[in-house]
């Protein structure tokens, strides 16, 4: 059974903090990947990695980066935050290395305030 | 610009019957549709998918429909089940693609 874990459900952070989100996939998944989740906007990718210390900006990464240092962790990293931050955060992974064909598994998600 | 869309935010449906929930894209690429279902404070869960080589696939009380000549795919849910009360994702990918492009959700309810 895939468990994919996040290190928080829900956060709530002062504009300008730096906030780590960790994300552990114990599956032995090559693929992981962060999104964020808005009302209206459905689940957009910020980045994915597909092997370690390997990644790939998807469709908005300004404000963020990650890390990837081991092959079960990925970290997504918000160096200052901004209120426009706000936003429920779902970390995927998936084994293919067809990431197209693939489904993938999500975390809980954590639920970022930024005041 | 969003490539996959779902029209209708929400949806309400009496127990028993069914539900239809409607996705559609405008890439002619995508190959590969997902349907997902969220729980509130829960992280989406793979439901059925099907490839563009299929126009339908089954499984159990879900059916998924893809109609490639209109970009359209469809979710049907029979009998719909209280249970079923959740938001609904449907998502789109390719061979050629390193990701899933979401639509925006519907959120179904199931009235007893």
């Known amino acids: 059974d895939v468990k994919v874990t996040q290190s928080s459900r829900y956060l709530v952070k002062r504009t300008g903090e730096k906030v780590f989100l960790e994300c552990v996939q114990d599956m032995d998944h090559e693929n992981m990947f962060w999104y964020r989740q808005d009302p209206g906007l459905g689940l957009r990718l910020i980045y994915f990695?597909?092997?370690?210390?390997?990644?790939e900006k998807g469709d908005i990464p300004e404000g963020y980066s990650v890390s990837r240092e081991k092959k079960e962790r990925f970290s997504l990293i918000l160096e200052s935050t901004s209120t426009n931050q706000t936003s429920m955060y779902l970390c995927?992974?998936?084994?293919?290395?067809?990431?197209?064909?693939?489904?993938?598994?999500f975390g809980p998600g954590t639920r970022l305030t930024v005041t | 610009d969003q490539q996959v869309k779902q029209n209708s935010p929400s949806l309400s449906v009496q127990e028993g019957r069914i539900s239809i929930l409607n996705c559609d894209y405008t890439n002619s690429m995508f190959d590969y549709f997902l349907w997902y279902k969220k729980y509130p404070a829960e992280g989406p869960t793979f439901l059925i998918s099907i490839s563009s080589i299929k126009d339908k696939n089954e499984d159990g009380r879900f059916t998924v429909f893809l109609n490639k000549s209109a970009k359209h795919l469809s979710l049907h849910i029979v009998p719909s089940q209280p249970g079923d009360s959740a938001v609904y994702f449907c998502?789109?990918?390719?061979?050629?693609?390193?990701?899933?492009?979401f639509g925006t959700g519907t959120s179904l309810t199931v009235i007893p």
């Open positions: 990695s597909y092997d370690v210390k390997m990644k």
């Open positions: 995927a992974s998936s084994s293919d290395a067809m990431v197209g064909m693939d489904e993938q598994y």
């Open positions: 998502a789109a990918s390719a061979l050629e693609y390193n990701q899933f492009y």
